[in-house]
T-cell receptor, first 117, second 115 residues
Framework: AQKITQTQPGMFVQEKEAVTLDCTYD???????LFWYKQPSSGEMIFLIY??????QNATEGRYSLNFQKARKSANLVISASQLGDSAMYFC??????????????FGTGTRLTVIP | DAGVTQSPTHLIKTRGQQVTLRCSPK?????VSWYQQALGQGPQFIFQ???????QRGNFPDRFSGHQFPNYSSELNVNALLLGDSALYLC??????????????FGSGTRLTVV
């Protein structure tokens, strides 16, 4: 079974500061991918960043970086230089390569980020 | 280039009724997945369609069924609606030949309210 845990229901960050959103996961699949999505109030899930379980380096995409600690089974999202438009729900998700469910994403319960001016 | 489009955006139905939700995938994508997102929760996988066949299914009852058309668009049907079916229904598309690293493209969803 695969499981994603996001323990921060809500986070606040000052504009232009950095913020870390936590994500831990559990899987018995030897090969998997970890994703972060942003969901604004419009409802659309926007893909932010991907980390593969065998990737040697942490993923980065612009202001987003993923702090991947495989031994701890954590995949925290770091947003640098926060902007007002970053206020949204953020979801961590996982996809296993070999186990049943290779074609779908397992999501956590999300973290609501609010950027304060 | 249009992304994933879903219709309708909002829907109100009475308990026991049936509903059909529609999804057009992003251009170039041939695989469509459906997710249910209850209020305050993360999306949950319902099923995925590829080549007009249901390829994989999540833990949802048979009241949830789907269809994929030759143009890759898809429908989600829910019969005998329950109050608990009230949720945001998200459609996601991807190219079947795409890399495992690919993050599915999601639509803005259909918000279904069952009264």
């Amino acid at each position: 079974a695969q499981k994603i845990t996001q323990t921060q229901p809500g986070m606040f960050v000052q504009e232009k500061e950095a913020v870390t959103l936590d994500c831990t996961y559990d899987t018995s699949d030897p090969s998997y991918g970890l994703f972060w999505y942003k969901q604004p109030s419009s409802g659309e899930m926007i893909f932010l960043i991907y980390q593969g379980s065998y990737d040697q380096q942490n993923a980065t995409e612009g202001r987003y970086s993923l702090n991947f600690q495989k031994a701890r089974k954590s995949a925290n999202l770091v947003i640098s230089a926060s902007q007002l438009g970053d206020s949204a729900m953020y979801f961590c998700a996982m996809r296993g390569l070999y186990q049943t469910g290779a074609n779908n994403l397992f999501f956590g319960t999300g973290t609501r980020l609010t950027v304060i001016p | 280039d249009a992304g994933v489009t879903q219709s309708p955006t909002h829907l109100i139905k009475t308990r026991g009724q049936q509903v059909t939700l529609r999804c057009s995938p992003k251009s170039g994508h041939d695989t469509v997945s459906w997710y249910q997102q209850a209020l305050g929760q993360g999306p949950q996988f319902i099923f995925q369609y590829y080549e007009e066949e249901e390829r994989q299914r999540g833990n949802f009852p048979d009241r949830f069924s789907g269809h994929q058309f030759p143009n890759y668009s898809s429908e989600l049907n829910v019969n005998a609606l329950l109050l608990g079916d009230s949720a945001l229904y998200l459609c996601a598309s991807s190219p079947n030949a795409g890399k495992f690293t690919y993050g599915y493209t999601f639509g803005s969803g259909t918000r279904l309210t069952v009264v």
